[in-house]
């Protein structure tokens, strides 16, 4: 991938979304670092854990919903239109899932510890889901799906998550999502790729401490509608 590419795109970007709704949280997460992204889930976390005591409307639900790799790249949570507003959002995530998405920095989340969870045949590793919304419009949803191991255990965990990422992306090459690697990342490794003129990003990195804990984030990224013609340049295509 040449570097202005994505320079060039994360310029389109804030054009098509508008200078007014465009925030940091905004910043594609295709174009975000590591430590960005550490840092963005830590504040979900937090918020998570300060709302640990779940009012009635947030029913938990107990069953994960079973999804394809085409109900991540073309639905919200797996199971909502991408043509909806935030508040539609909201409502349809509690009328089909029976839980309400908490609300940080202008995007609708949803956590495995708050009762919301995903089966992609058979595989269930924790997830956070999200949306972002400029002006009650969606920009894009993501879902970080999360394998943590301890030292003695990051060889099953190391299989565990090569098991998912190798079955979701042999699936999206097998429904026509061409992917393009960024060999410049520093990530496990970075692909993107359009379906149904969708921008698919595909990202896999690593935390480690020092005390040989750590756990794997696999970042799945959709901007409805955002293909450009740059992104054949930015996949490598």
Request: with cysteine; glycine share 6%.
């Amino acid at each position: 991938m040449l570097p202005v590419a994505r320079i060039f795109r994360s310029i389109l970007v804030t054009a098509a979304v508008g200078l007014s709704a465009m925030t940091v949280s905004a910043v594609s997460f295709s174009d975000m670092s590591n430590e960005e992204i550490s840092a963005l889930l830590a504040d979900v976390s937090a918020t998570a854990a300060a709302k640990a005591t779940v009012a009635p409307e947030h029913t938990v639900r107990e069953i994960p919903v079973e999804v394809t790799a085409e109900d991540l790249v073309t639905k919200v949570y797996g199971v909502i239109d991408p043509s909806v507003s935030k508040h539609e959002c909201s409502d349809q995530a509690f009328r089909i899932l029976r839980l309400r998405p908490e609300e940080d920095n202008a995007a609708l989340w949803l956590e495995t510890s708050g009762g919301y969870g995903i089966s992609y045949y058979g595989m269930q590793p924790e997830v956070s889901a999200m949306a972002r919304f400029g002006n009650e419009t969606l920009i894009d949803f993501c879902f970080f799906f999360m394998f943590s191991y301890q030292e003695d255990s990051k060889v099953e965990c190391t299989r565990r998550q090569a098991d998912f990422c190798g079955s979701l992306l042999q699936e999206m090459h097998d429904i026509g999502i061409p992917m393009g690697r960024d060999s410049l990342s520093d990530d496990l490794f970075d692909v993107s790729g359009s379906y149904k003129g969708n921008f698919v990003n595909v990202r896999l990195m690593e935390e480690q401490t020092a005390d040989s804990t750590g756990r794997y984030i696999l970042i799945l990224s959709v901007e409805p509608e955002g293909f450009m013609p740059v992104d054949d340049i930015y996949a490598g295509l």
